[in-house]
């Protein structure tokens, strides 16, 4: 470990929440050099849905490997990505209804975010795009420019310019629609008309704060009054977290352009798409470009990972274990002090200690899961949210211990 602390630079942030040296993972299980076993209710920050080193992709991605199958390709034709948007089409967009292009980007999710902002202004000519406080969409520029943290806003050390912050309706006693169409129409408002509108249907980062479906109808049918493009970023909460392959399917909109990564290789592997309906459709070839546009192998994992999806009946499951959840933390752990608040869909729940007034007991109850046994993050603002985040794939016996622990680890601190 020693060289890891002296070597790796002071940004590190999840090796000080979990200081260990991990060594193997299975599923939702992660072990450590010094022996311990972990269940793990983080899943990478969202891109292990289908729990580590998952044997059915596993065994996909090895013999593809083992037959040299094409590595790196940038954005050639390939039978990888061929036989991954085949399967993209028949068994995501199809059955959803959805008409959408498919743009490979450079590997991450902040890429596909900075993709959608840059074709959203060249479709549009406006430079403007708005975006909800407590957001987060990556950390290079333009993604940075539309995330809400001051501190890492900061970081940026230049203007982050033309982005309007626009109040999430957790924070906001309003009528968020109409104050957003307000600033939009009226001529004194001072604020220009955007090129597209930008959202998480689950501020994940921001401390699990899901829109109401009925929210996003009424700002889908606004952007569409006003001819504003909207985006969803849905590289944390999509590819199944909330139980449909899109976050927003239950609401039943259409948004113009759709963000994807974190899961969507089924295996960890870096891939980000970025989704836009056909007519917007008009970057010229090499405009936007990239050496890693494009990950072959992460190709293969993301097909296998579809096919499983059904196979396993991964909707219907993450629909049981979210009724789990809900029952145990409405009472096993909202019962330990009547100031918790509880928020989450599907795969992804927040427990929020805020209302208690102690700003570290999140982080002291996150540090006793991780002592018991359970890795587990923090989300929102001051860190007060405990995320539960755990792979779809969980067995309802680990599930269920990684709730107790989670149990146990408050009954420390709030029944002391
Ligand atoms: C909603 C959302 N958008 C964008 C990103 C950025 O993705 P990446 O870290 O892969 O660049 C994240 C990462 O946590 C995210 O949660």
Redesign the pocket.
Same mark, same amino acid.
């Given at each position: 470990m020693d060289i890891l602390e002296r070597l790796e630079s002071n940004v590190r942030s999840y090796s000080r929440s979990f200081p260990t040296v991990f060594v193997r993972a299975k599923m939702s299980k992660m072990y450590s050099r010094d022996g311990r076993e972990y269940i793990d209710f983080f899943s990478g920050? $969202?891109a292990l849905s289908y729990g580590h080193n998952n044997e059915y992709i596993k065994k996909k991605v090895i013999d593809y490997i083992a037959n040299d199958g094409i590595s790196h390709a940038l954005d050639m034709f390939t039978e990888a990505k061929e036989e991954f948007f085949l399967a993209f089409e028949e068994k995501v967009l199809k059955p959803a209804g959805y008409d959408y292009k498919l743009l490979s980007c450079a590997p991450? $999710?902040?890429n596909a975010?900075e993709a959608s902002l840059k074709l959203a202004r060249k479709v549009k000519g406006r430079p403007g795009i708005f975006a909800f406080t407590g957001s987060?969409? $990556?950390?290079t520029m333009g *993604?940075l420019s539309v995330t809400s943290g001051k501190t890492v806003r900061a970081g940026a050390g230049v203007q982050l310019t033309d982005v309007t912050f626009v109040p999430h309706p957790c924070s906001f006693k309003g009528d968020v629609i109409e104050y957003i169409e307000n600033i939009i129409t009226d001529e004194y408002s001072g604020v220009m008309k955007p090129a597209a509108i930008i959202l998480?249907t689950v501020q994940?980062?921001g401390g699990v704060w899901p829109m109401e479906p009925e929210f996003l109808r009424r700002l889908r049918a606004m952007c569409d009054r006003q001819d504003v493009l909207m985006i969803i970023?849905d590289?944390?909460v999509g590819c199944g977290r909330t139980g449909r392959f899109f976050s927003f399917e239950e609401a039943g909109i259409v948004p113009d352009m759709v963000a994807l *990564?974190?899961a969507i290789s089924g295996y960890g592997f870096p891939m980000s798409l970025l989704l836009m309906k056909p007519e917007l459709d008009i970057f010229s070839p090499g405009e936007h470009n990239g050496t890693f546009r494009g990950n072959q192998v992460a190709f293969i994992g993301a097909k296998a990972a579809l096919e499983l999806r059904e196979m396993l009946d991964l909707e219907g499951k993450t629909k049981q274990n979210e009724e789990f959840i809900r029952q145990f933390v409405k009472t096993r752990l909202l019962t330990l002090d009547d100031r918790l608040q509880h928020r989450g869909t599907g795969m992804i729940h927040g427990i929020d200690f805020e209302a208690l007034g102690d700003e570290s007991l999140s982080g002291k109850v996150a540090n006793e899961c991780f002592r018991l046994g359970l890795i587990i993050e923090r989300a929102g603002r001051k860190d007060c949210v405990l995320k539960i985040m755990p792979a779809l794939t969980i067995e309802r016996d680990e599930l269920r211990a990684g709730l107790e622990i989670i149990e146990k680890a408050m009954t420390k601190y709030l029944r002391q």
């Open positions: 920050a $969202g991450t $999710g902040t975010v987060f969409h $990556g950390m *993604s998480e994940a980062e970023d590289i944390q *990564s974190k």
